[in-house]
């Protein structure tokens, strides 16, 4: 049974840092692509950032890029993302995301990917 398990949200000031941390059990983890999504109240789920199988491949959404960093350690089957100088704009909750398939349909959105966390709330105060 597969399971990706989210850890890390919480309530923080603007301008604070998290770091969310995502453990992958039951598959291959460095076979598949990994991906950080979001979702805020009323909104779609959007792609945040994500991340080749091999990790040396990443991308980022232009909301986030240059204050958010992902990466992987793939021999503890966990993703991290790294998020500095939150603002206000990225309180939302946060899902993890699993596809075999290449990052690039990581890249289009959140249809079709293999597996999901149940996500981790993220509060940024102003």
């Known amino acids: 049974q597969v399971q990706l398990v989210e850890s890390g949200g919480g309530l923080v000031q603007a301008g604070d840092s998290l770091r969310l941390s995502c453990f992958a059990s039951?598959?291959?983890?460095?076979?598949?692509?990994m991906g950080w999504f979001r979702q805020a109240p009323v909104k779609e789920r959007d792609i945040v950032a994500c991340?080749?199988?091999?990790?040396?491949?990443?991308y980022y959404a232009d909301s986030v890029k240059g204050r958010f960093t992902i990466s992987r350690d793939n021999a503890k089957n966990t993703v991290y993302l790294q998020m500095d100088s939150l603002k206000s704009e990225d309180t939302a909750v946060y899902y993890c995301?699993?596809?075999?398939?290449?990052?690039?349909?990581?890249?289009?959105?959140?249809?079709?990917?293999?597996?999901w966390g149940k996500g981790t709330l993220v509060t940024v105060s102003s």
């Open positions: 995301a699993a596809d075999a398939r290449t990052m690039q349909f990581m890249r289009q959105g959140p249809t079709g990917m293999d597996y």
């Open positions: 039951g598959l291959t983890f460095s076979n598949y692509a």
């Open positions: 991340i080749s199988a091999s990790g040396r491949t990443t």
